[in-house]
């Protein structure tokens, strides 16, 4: 909330590493997620930072790829992943506790599905595709399917056109086809600069 871009760029940097290190869940990475739902509406974060590779982002775009990021480890496929290596989330508080955030962190990202910078708008419907995965939200995929297909689907970003496709086929709808095949396996070209790598 600092009015200097850069200290802003910093507490997002450290957001990425030491609160949510390589996409886990501590214990600080809940209250964290809490705090950014709050945030999320303050002038404050309608600025632009610069990230790790020197990209110009607006700021409120990153925190809600953050949420994303956390939103994505507590999500059905991994909770189902969990329990084929024989992982119970209960025994992972930290998942509880995020789990029990959703409602709240949808909230604060549903406020941008409609706004008019892209980048905020695509953050926003690619943040709330693995909210909906709790149960009390259920019922709004149907209003996000639409955002998702015309919105998100057609993305430049890869990692969007990836959580969309993912969202869409774990909703039981189509997908319709992709702007390019390779987003229909992410791992046939190798290694990739953007998530999910």
């Known amino acids: 909330m600092a009015d200097d871009v850069g200290t802003q760029a910093r507490a997002l940097r450290h957001l990425n590493d030491p609160v949510h290190h390589q996409n886990t869940i501590y214990s600080a990475t809940v209250p ?15 600025t ?24 994505f480890e507590v999500d059905s496929e991994a909770e189902a992943h969990m329990a084929r290596v024989g992982l119970c989330p209960v025994d992972y508080p930290e998942s509880v506790e995020v789990r029990a955030l959703r409602p709240s962190l949808f909230q604060a990202v549903s406020a941008f599905l409609h706004s008019p910078d892209l980048a905020v708008q695509e953050a926003a419907i690619a943040a709330a595709v ?49 702007p390019d095949e390779q987003d229909e396996d992410l791992w046939a070209g190798g290694c990739s600069s953007e998530p999910p790598f």
Not at 143 to 170: E, H, M, Q, W
Request: glycine content about 4%.
């Open 32 to 46: 964290a997620a809490a705090d950014v739902a709050k945030i999320l509406r303050d002038p404050r974060t309608d």
């Open 130 to 178: 693995p909210l909906l995965d709790a149960p009390e939200l259920v019922e709004q995929r149907a209003r996000l399917t639409p955002l998702v297909r015309d919105v998100l689907i057609s993305s430049d970003n890869r990692s969007y056109r990836f959580i969309a496709s993912r969202g869409l086929k774990s909703w039981g709808e189509e997908t319709g086809l992709l």
């Open 48 to 71: 632009v930072v610069t990230d790790r590779d020197g990209q110009a982002l607006p700021l409120r775009a990153a925190l809600m790829d953050w949420v994303n990021s956390v939103a």
